[in-house]
């Protein structure tokens, strides 16, 4: 266990090392040492079938650049097993006063903002949080402390969350509100709460019906979203300060999956056409369930999904209904350290 949290501390926090090395001949190897501490010997057939599947489609289809950016993806799944060895409740327990020093950092961020050094990284073409994205004229920022990003450090803090609220630790629940709220990610938060009242409260406890219920919940508020457009707009004119209720880039997102689907037909079900997206350099699409067909079409976004066919505990489907749920609001599986995050809250045990 010491290994598995010295290890789930060491990722999480990497990337604020990278921060202080912003040349590319240094900051392009530094990216790769998080991917080489996931290989371990045990390997997860199933994990290796479904990621040589999907290589496969994006080989017929000529994507070989899916293959390179779904890399750290394709390791995650082969070597999975590692996260079934975790307990969930002793990492949680374990690295809480991490859960601390992040929220600490992330309030000085928020009240004295980034440091020179993280401003440098932002400004840079090294970064993937654009300085674009995090300094908008006239919103407070929002701290991604240690973390990749806002939705990354807020789905860390969801990892205490729920283990806090189901053990009904108070004290430890307020600390991880706050952490959730100073990260400020609305798609994480959303996510976090309408997994929890379908695993928790309705008490949907089948792998199948979580995907199934999850994904009709998340058309319906998608949609809702959409369609209360003009008086969420006026909100977030109303509180112009704040980047929770910032509604403008969340309409960003649905614009951009429009644009998307212009050139789709039915035949790129079958055989997959994201390679001329790709070509214009588009490579998200802010969307998981988009992202799955472009790239993969109706079969592989269907072999995708069998990763998760064998979940069982409570908490693992809790996080497949906030994997899903999120999934309307971001790709996720581009992400390393998302998807890293997501492996330990779905894969890992509650009690070994």
Known sequence: MKISTQKYIFVNSFSFLKRFFLNPSIYGP????????????????????????????????????????????????????????????????????????????????????????????????????????????ERSIRPFSFFASTPEFSLFCCIYLIEFVQKRNYAWTLISVVGLVIAGSRGIILSFILAYIIVYIFNINKTKKIIFYSLLVGIITYTLLIISAPLLYSVSEKYSTSRLLLYGSFYARFEMVIEATQ?????????????????????????????????????????????FDFVIEQKSLFFIAMFIFYGFFADIIYSFYLMYIFSIGIYSKKHL
């Open 30 to 137: 530094l990216t790769i040492i998080p991917l080489l501490l996931v290989p371990v010997t045990d390997i997860s057939k199933k994990g290796f079938i479904i990621s040589l599947s999907l290589v496969f489609i994006a080989l017929l289809s000529n994507n070989l650049p899916i293959i390179y950016y779904l890399a750290p993806l394709f390791l995650l799944m082969i070597f999975n097993n590692q996260f079934r060895k975790i307990n969930f409740s002793e990492i949680v327990m374990r690295t809480r006063w991490f859960l601390i020093l992040c929220i600490i950092y992330a309030f000085i961020q928020l009240i004295f903002d980034f440091l020179p050094h993280e401003v440098k990284w932002l400004n840079s073409n090294l970064s993937i949080v654009k300085s674009g994205n995090v300094f908008i004229p």
């Open 263 to 307: 050139d789709f037909n039915l035949w790129n079900l079958i055989y997959p056409n994201a390679i001329t997206k790709l070509s214009d350099g588009i490579i998200t699409f802010d969307n998981l369930f988009l992202t799955l067909i472009f790239n993969f079409g109706i079969f592989g976004f269907f072999i995708f999904w069998k990763y």
